[in-house]
């Protein structure tokens, strides 16, 4: 949610169409964080404990408020776009089920690189979802606002989006590339067991 505010304040010019538009993503941030933890601490009880869920690859059913899904992209880009990024979406491969903590996973790495997109950016980004056999594999590419190469921040969300990607075995790299700044994070879709 800070992010996202953050990216508000740093884009000059906004009308306030897009102030609230912003306002609206915070928001929906912050209602899903809480049903992700609400997630997390299922996920985390013992079996048998009141309310919990079957476990992870017993096919058991979210509740119904709980999760952001990469399928919900177009949502979020949607959204992203209309705070004023200029997004371009391609997907690669066959969209098929994917396990709970990849699918959350991907979505918070996609809503993370394009608010920084958006935050540092000149304007525009490219998301490109590919699904392969084994992982699917999510790169936003955008140029850099000129004079953003130096903007500074926590650096918070590259290690959050690592981190994800670290926890379900998969690859991350965030850089210049090609005169863009790239995030690509590699998943794996193949659960063991």
């Given at each position: 949610m800070a992010i996202h505010a953050t990216a508000v304040l740093s884009v000059p010019g906004l009308d306030r169409g897009q102030v609230e538009s912003a306002l609206r993503v915070i928001r929906e941030s912050s209602v899903q964080g809480l049903a992700e933890m609400r997630q997390m601490i299922e996920l985390l009880r013992e079996p048998g404990a009141g309310g919990a869920r079957a476990p992870a690859g017993d096919g058991g059913a979210l509740p119904e408020a709980a999760t952001a899904r990469l399928a919900e992209a177009d949502r979020l880009v949607e959204r992203i776009r209309a705070a004023g990024l200029a997004v371009?979406?391609?997907?690669?491969?066959?969209?098929?089920?994917?396990?709970?903590?990849?699918?959350?996973?991907?979505y918070r790495i996609v809503q993370e690189s394009l608010t920084n997109a958006l935050k540092h950016g000149a304007g525009e980004a490219e998301l490109t979802i590919a699904y392969r056999p084994t992982e699917v594999v999510l790169t936003v590419e955008n140029?850099?606002?000129q004079g953003g190469a130096g903007l500074t921040g926590a650096g918070a969300g590259l290690i959050g989006m690592r981190e994800r990607a670290t926890l379900l075995a998969g690859r991350f790299s965030a850089g210049q590339h090609d005169g863009r700044w790239q995030v690509r994070a590699a998943l794996p879709t193949l659960e063991d067991g």
């Open positions: 371009r979406v391609r997907t690669d491969g066959t969209p098929g089920p994917l396990p709970v903590g990849v699918d959350l996973a991907a140029p850099v606002r």
